[in-house]
């Protein structure tokens, strides 16, 4: 396990072996930080995120044929970031992100870039202030995979949007693209999903689905019916809702529920 | 001795009224069944005693024990001990039933929860009701059949042990042996805890194995004949039309 810790702006690295990690010099100007990961073997990636005041880019460059599990945790500050990935052939990546920050952009760009690329990605946040996140999903190559999940509750005085396009050129047969975003909507506040495919070619699989709403309030009334009080039954639907995809980061994540659904 | 007061109760849900002063008593060790024709409101009747805000009462109260528990809110009645066994119960992916069951235990009990008397009851009864074990690792409902959710009604009223069970057509969906297995249950359950019981069903066939001491026929959002289990089997053979007339809406 390679693990990747930034914190203020101090940036760690564990690595195991199977990773490059090159830091760039921070832009004095823009107040940028890079982080340039090259993944050369099969491999985990935890990268753990606290109370950063720069913005940082990350790099990820996932060679051919390998497979990478990438775990980020981001808590406890105001984040803009931006995600730049490039797959090459037969290359596998699994991405689960949990944030708990406050104030949160995010880019990220995923170029599956060789035959056969597949990337999977899971977020799951609780937004309590802003929190925009763009993806742009590019298949450069036939016969890639993309499924990008987006997840979040917004609570407080939140205000959450998830942008999610999907690319396909003519002649780039055989993909598979998948964008599904739900977003639990517990304020007064306005939430936003733009999903967007941008297909020129018919040999595609497409699918996407987007949802805002709150929970059902037959659901509230099933778990109330059995002596659970309000709360309690938002905690365990949320649970329910957003610990559903992730394995490492499962118990911060209910510990982080349970903080705002004591 | 716990007594369900339900006095003079008018109920309407968007603007139509279901429940027109409507009455009924029942107290510990008895078994009532309701019957009557599609939308007479007899579900709406285990809705509004549970506390279901999509009912509006108009006027009339439900007591239980001598309290006025019209503006109570859900929870509250069920950690009294009122239990609904719903017709569709809901299916919630991602919250296991354990996880369901636990939190409402611990609900009742507070601090004299004991989570390994709990993994013993469940595993027992999971066992007597042919249910699949590693159903209590699953989310609530999520996947299961109409037959398996009644059964996970019944398991869930014999972990929180309710002083009063509504069940709400508890045989729908059920097949024969299904049926009998529920309603032996129910009847087990019933002769150790001697709760209140009001059962809502359409059919003779469950009342082979849960026997009510009082038959009711609603009609039009109100009861128009008691009588004992007779009663159902006349129903079953004439029909409601005969008996006691048609609807008038």
């Given at each position: 396990?390679n693990k990747?810790?930034?914190?203020?702006e101090?940036i760690?690295?564990?690595?195991?072996g199977?990773i490059?990690?090159?830091?760039?010099?921070?832009s004095?100007?823009?107040?940028?930080?890079?982080?340039?990961?090259?993944?050369?073997e099969?491999t985990?990636?935890?990268?753990?995120v606290?109370e950063?005041?720069?913005k940082?880019d990350?790099?990820?460059n996932?060679?051919k044929g390998?497979r990478?599990?990438i775990?980020?945790?981001?808590?406890?500050?105001?984040?803009k970031?931006?995600?730049?990935?490039y797959l090459?052939?037969d290359?596998y990546?699994?991405?689960q992100k949990?944030?708990d920050?406050k104030?949160?952009?995010?880019?990220?760009?995923i170029?599956?870039?060789g035959?056969?690329?597949?990337?999977?990605f899971?977020?799951k946040?609780?937004?309590?202030y802003?929190e925009?996140?763009?993806?742009?999903?590019y298949?450069?190559?036939?016969?890639?995979?993309?499924?990008?999940?987006?997840?979040?509750v917004n609570?407080?005085d939140?205000?959450l949007e998830f942008?999610?396009?999907g690319?396909?050129?003519?002649?780039?047969?055989?993909?598979?693209i998948?964008?599904s975003?739900?977003?639990i909507?517990?304020?007064?506040?306005?939430?936003?999903i733009?999903p967007?495919?941008f297909?020129d070619e018919n040999?595609?699989?497409?699918n996407?689905?987007?949802?805002i709403?709150?929970?059902?309030p037959?659901?509230?009334?099933?778990l109330m019916?059995?002596?659970?009080s309000?709360?309690?039954s938002?905690?365990?639907l949320?649970k329910?809702?957003?610990?559903?995809?992730?394995?490492?980061?499962?118990?911060?994540?209910?510990?982080?529920?349970n903080?705002?659904?004591? | 001795?716990?007594?369900?007061?339900?006095?003079n109760?008018t109920?309407e849900?968007?603007g139509k009224?279901?429940?027109?002063d409507?009455?009924?008593?029942?107290?510990?060790?008895?078994?009532?069944?309701?019957?009557?024709p599609n939308?007479?409101?007899?579900?709406?009747?285990?809705?509004?005693i549970?506390?279901d805000?999509n009912?509006?009462i108009?006027?009339?109260?439900?007591?239980?024990?001598?309290?006025v528990?019209n503006?109570m809110?859900?929870?509250?009645?069920?950690?009294l001990g009122i239990?609904l066994?719903?017709?569709?119960?809901?299916?919630?992916?991602?919250v296991?039933?354990?996880d369901?069951l636990?939190?409402a235990l611990?609900?009742k009990?507070?601090?004299?929860f004991?989570?390994l008397s709990?993994?013993?009851?469940v595993?027992?009864?999971?066992?007597?009701l042919?249910?699949?074990?590693e159903?209590i690792h699953r989310?609530?409902?999520?996947?299961f059949?109409?037959?398996?959710?009644?059964?996970n009604?019944i398991?869930?009223?014999?972990i929180?042990?309710?002083?009063?069970v509504?069940?709400?057509?508890?045989?729908?969906?059920l097949?024969?042996d299904?049926l009998?297995?529920?309603?032996e249950?129910?009847?087990?359950?019933?002769k150790?805890?001697?709760p209140a019981?009001?059962?809502?069903?359409?059919?003779q066939?469950?009342?082979?194995?849960?026997?009510p001491?009082?038959i009711?026929?609603?009609?039009?959002?109100?009861?128009?004949?008691?009588?004992?289990?007779?009663l159902?089997s006349?129903?079953?053979?004439e029909?409601?039309?005969?008996?006691?007339g048609?609807?008038d809406?």
């Open positions: 396990m990747i810790t930034v914190y203020g101090d760690k690295i564990e690595n195991k199977e490059e990690v090159s830091i760039g010099e921070a004095k100007f823009l107040n940028v930080q890079s982080v340039k990961i090259k993944v050369l099969d985990d990636i935890v990268i753990d606290s950063v005041d720069i940082l990350f790099y990820i996932i060679l390998v990478v599990n775990y980020e945790y981001k808590h406890d500050g105001e984040y970031f931006q995600y730049k990935y090459e052939e290359s990546l699994n991405s949990i944030n920050g104030k949160i952009k995010e880019m990220t760009v170029n599956l870039n035959e056969n690329a597949k990337a999977y899971n977020l946040t609780i937004s309590k802003d925009k996140y763009n993806f742009l999903v298949h450069n190559a036939k016969n890639t995979v993309s499924n990008i999940i987006n997840n979040g609570i407080l939140g205000i942008n999610v396009s690319f396909v050129s003519n002649g780039i047969t055989g993909c598979d998948n964008q975003a739900r977003i909507n517990m304020t007064k506040n306005n939430c936003i733009k967007n495919l297909i040999d595609v699989v497409a996407h689905s987007a949802l709403g709150t929970f059902l037959d659901e509230i009334f099933y019916s059995r002596g659970i309000r709360k309690e938002e905690n365990l949320t329910g809702f957003l610990l559903r995809g992730i394995t490492y980061y499962k118990e911060t994540l209910e510990e982080i529920i903080k705002y659904w004591r | 001795m716990n007594i369900l007061n339900i006095d109760l109920v849900v968007e009224i279901i429940l027109k409507f009455s009924l008593e029942i107290k510990s060790g008895e078994i009532h069944a309701i019957m009557g939308g007479t409101g007899k579900s709406t009747l285990t809705k509004v549970m506390g805000d009912y509006k108009v006027k009339g109260t439900i007591s239980y024990n001598g309290k528990i503006d809110p859900v929870n509250e009645r069920a950690k239990f066994g719903m017709q569709m119960p809901m299916a919630i992916e991602g296991t039933n354990a369901f636990r939190s611990r609900a009990e507070g601090d004299n004991k989570l709990f993994i013993r009851d595993d027992k009864l999971t066992k007597k042919h249910m699949d074990s159903m989310g609530i409902n999520d996947g059949s109409g037959g398996e959710r009644k059964k009604e398991l869930q009223m014999n929180l042990k309710p002083d009063v509504l069940l709400d057509e508890i045989d729908s969906g097949d024969v299904s009998k297995l529920v309603g249950s129910v009847m087990d359950y019933y150790e805890r001697k019981i009001l059962l809502v069903t359409h059919y066939r469950l009342l082979d194995y849960i026997k001491d009082f009711h026929i609603m009609k039009d959002g109100r009861i128009v004949l008691s009588g004992d289990k007779k159902a006349k129903i079953e053979e029909g409601y039309d005969k008996i006691v048609m609807s809406e």
